[in-house]
């Protein structure tokens, strides 16, 4: 399985960023899809999280401004930042459940990590 993330960059405080994460590989399917940021000096944290089904979850922080979504057809998942603060400034990660079958969650995997940078 491989996760392949794009979208980071440096952008104005109260500016927008769109990440998106295309994942592929040898599964029945994938699951619960999501982002995790991890900051210098700072542990992993989840940023937020998407179901099959699309149920959603957000870290505080970000709900209202963040907004998770996912194209089942592509196996992809998207997180648009908007209203973007030096706070948010981290390592986005991209991580996908899998399935090797209807009833069996196998291994999670992430991405790469892609640099989010908010000036001030």
Request: charged share 20%.
């Amino acid at each position: 399985v491989q996760l392949q993330a794009s979208g980071g960059g440096l952008v104005q405080a109260g500016g927008s960023l769109r990440l998106s994460c295309a994942a592929s590989g040898p599964i029945f399917w994938f699951g619960t899809m999501g982002w995790y940021r991890q900051a210098p000096g700072k542990e992993r944290e989840l940023v937020a999280d998407i179901s099959r089904d699309g149920n959603t979850d957000y870290k505080d922080s970000v709900k209202g401004r963040f907004t998770i979504s996912r194209d089942n057809a592509k196996n992809t998942v998207f997180l648009q930042m908007n209203s973007l603060k030096p706070e948010d400034t981290a390592v986005y990660y991209c991580y996908t459940e899998t399935f090797t079958d209807p009833w069996t969650i196998g291994d999670n995997y992430w991405g790469q990590g892609t640099q989010v940078t908010v000036s001030s």
